[in-house]
């Protein structure tokens, strides 16, 4: 079972900042086979990255992912208001696991 | 558009037995391109990943539920359905059904099971 650990647990940035998120895999992850989410209260994940880099349908250019093998990176550039809430990476080449997440919060 | 939606019963006795059931429209459960999952949040904690199954029915599940998990897949329906056996207070949770190609592109809402007697 690979187990996800993503850091930090909260990050508290202020709108218009760039917010990098870490994702460390306990062993390789198959494929790249990655993907970040975004959760917001009472709604269901949002998919904004998949194959550790590539962006799904409709997300903004200002989300990017980056890395392979154990260490993969979340970035979000040129924050806005709507982006600030929990962010979870997925992995899904081995079995599935999620991350504990981080919390994006307002400074 | 791929769209799904859960449903089943709000509140579970403990000891008791979890159904719920995944609608899938807008697209074919019979699609190679998907695996057809089960995804948790309890109260104030993070995602949990259940279980995923295959439109042939080959299933994949979290270890920690295993021993008390089954799902199976309607595609004269476009449904599939998890079971959650002897539940307890700690699988009071949100759950969600998602469709995975190349991660989870497609959820449903999320339907919120309370386990209490």
């Known amino acids: 079972e690979i187990v996800l650990t993503q850091s930090p647990g909260t990050l508290s940035l202020s709108p218009g900042e760039r917010a990098t998120l870490s994702c460390r895999a306990s062993?390789?992850?198959?494929?790249?086979?990655l993907a970040w989410y975004q959760k917001r209260p009472g709604q269901a994940p949002r998919l904004l990255i998949y194959?550790?880099?590539s962006r799904a349908t409709g997300i903004p250019d200002r989300f990017s992912g980056s890395g392979s093998g154990t260490d993969f990176t979340f970035t979000i550039n040129r924050l806005e208001p709507e982006d600030f809430a929990v962010y979870y990476c997925?992995?899904?080449?081995?079995?599935?696991?999620f991350g504990q997440g981080t919390k994006l919060e307002i400074k | 558009q791929l769209q799904l939606q859960e449903s089943g019963p709000g509140l579970v006795k403990p000891s008791e037995t979890l159904s719920l059931t995944c609608t899938v429209s807008?697209?074919?459960?019979?699609?190679?391109?998907?695996?057809w999952g089960w995804i948790r949040q309890a109260p104030g904690k993070g995602l949990e990943w259940i279980g995923s199954?295959?439109?042939?029915?080959?299933?994949y599940f979290n270890s920690s539920l295993k021993s008390r998990v089954t799902m199976s897949v309607d595609t004269s329906k476009s449904q599939f359905s998890l079971k959650l056996r002897t539940v307890t207070a700690s699988d009071t949770a949100v759950y969600y059904c998602?469709?995975?190609?190349?991660?989870?592109?497609?959820w449903g809402q999320g339907t919120l099971v309370t386990v209490s007697s």
């Open positions: 807008g697209g074919s459960i019979s699609s190679s391109s998907y695996y």
């Open positions: 997925q992995q899904y080449g081995n079995s599935y696991s």
């Open positions: 199954i295959y439109y042939s029915g080959s299933t």
């Open positions: 194959g550790a880099s």
């Open positions: 062993q390789s992850v198959p494929s790249s086979y």
């Open positions: 998602a469709g995975d190609s190349n991660g989870y592109h497609h």
